[in-house]
């Protein structure tokens, strides 16, 4: 199985330069991503073929990608340290009659490509150390690739989740932030209007509390996220 990183599409849409709405499914070599990605496969053959099951089975990039070198900026992102065990399964289904059965309900999945640009797609590489050890070295550019994903994603998924009231609300609080050129703790969006529950990228500390300010969450919004990193 190739799974080389960044992934072969990825290379396709860096090489091209096409849209972050883009249409790609790679499953092999994501890892965790797999799992959104896999998700978001069964959705578009959901729309295809009515009353059946799937399942999706993931794990976290593990064994392939294990690093036994010395480098310390490369032990952290590789199974040694950050992604170590990990993994989920998930029975889903479009039948109306178990629409009452099941746990969760799926409304809203939104899927935003960065790779187009270089920054974002040099963020994450597969790469050898001095010795020939190969092993995943990330990129200072990361956190700013994945703040500029975020905000992208955000801009198709919030209108679909947020009600009317707090769209209106926002709109004229930038109105006319913009036109008196002053700002205020209540000008962003409050997203817990209609989202309840709140799971980040468990992809370190730092990471986490950054979305956090970003996005207005509290200690208890994040608790879950930070409970899965440790």
Not at 21 to 41: E, R, T, Y
Not at 101 to 108: G, P, T
Not at 143 to 162: C, D, I
Request: charged share 20%; proline share 5%; with cysteine.
């Amino acid at each position: 199985m190739i799974s080389s990183v960044p992934s072969i599409p990825a290379r396709m849409i860096n090489r091209y330069k096409m849209r972050e709405d883009v249409k790609v499914f790679n499953l092999s070599g994501m890892g965790c991503s797999a799992s959104v990605i896999a998700v978001d496969l069964v959705n578009h053959l959901f729309q295809t073929y009515k009353n059946q099951f799937a399942i999706v089975v993931s794990s976290e990039s593990l064994s392939p990608n294990w690093y036994v070198g010395k480098e310390r900026s490369m032990m952290l992102p590789n199974p040694n340290i950050l992604f170590r065990i990990g993994g989920c399964s998930l029975l889903l289904t479009n039948k109306r009659e178990l629409k009452h059965r099941a746990i969760l309900k799926l409304n809203h999945l939104v899927r935003t490509h960065v790779g187009s640009i270089d920054e974002a797609y040099g963020s994450c590489t597969r790469i050898e150390d001095d010795q020939g050890n190969c092993g995943f070295f990330l990129t200072k550019n990361l956190p700013k690739a994945a703040a500029k994903a975020v905000s992208m994603n955000l801009r198709v998924l919030v209108p679909k989740m947020l009600p009317l009231r707090e769209l209106i609300r926002y709109s004229m609080v930038t109105y006319w932030r913009n036109k008196s050129k002053t700002s205020s703790p209540e000008s962003g969006l409050n997203l817990k209007s209609g989202i309840y529950y709140f799971c980040i990228h468990p992809g370190g500390r730092a990471v986490i509390d950054a979305m956090g300010r970003s996005l207005g969450l509290n200690e208890y919004d994040l608790e879950p996220t930070r409970m899965a990193l440790h």
